[in-house]
């Protein structure tokens, strides 16, 4: 699901499991259960995902993706990006890390959903 912060999108997006994907930073989240951080302000063509490529034209200055890993053993991926010159905050950084901890069960993202600014992050 992918919310744009004015509130003049929201629309559900799914990656098929397509050469598009592969090197991904959700591969990356999904296989190996860590989390992926990229500055958007220096991509390096040869290195980053053309997926990242995309974000900084919409304004992106900062990417987080972190394992959301559910009771029945599969795991997905949340990422988080930034619009802010300082990009993702150390507070916001360690929150979303540790999503993946207190999830027991599935989250159910819906587009009616909001998320209000956590204080201090």
């Known amino acids: ?7 003049s999108d929201t629309h559900e997006y799914v ?10 930073p959700f591969q990356y ?4 259960r860590q ?3 990229r500055r958007l302000l220096d991509l390096d063509p040869e290195r980053d995902h ?7 034209a ?7 993706a972190v394992p ?20 993702i905050g150390p507070g916001a ?9 207190v999830n027991p069960t599935p989250i159910v993202l819906r587009p009616e959903s909001r998320f209000l600014p956590a204080r201090g992050l």
Do not use: C, N
Request: charged residues 20%.
């Open 93 to 101: 950084i360690i929150f979303f890390v540790e999503i993946k901890s």
């Open 1 to 7: 699901m992918i919310w744009i912060r004015d509130g």
């Open 50 to 56: 053309e997926v990242l490529h995309e974000m900084p």
């Open 68 to 87: 959301l890993e559910y009771g029945d053993g599969s795991v997905q991926g949340l990422s988080p990006v930034s619009d802010g010159k300082g990009g």
């Open 29 to 32: 989240v999904v296989e190996r």
């Open 58 to 64: 919409a304004g992106g200055t900062d990417y987080l």
């Open 15 to 24: 990656v098929a499991r397509t050469t598009v994907s592969f090197g991904s």
């Open 35 to 37: 989390a992926f951080r």
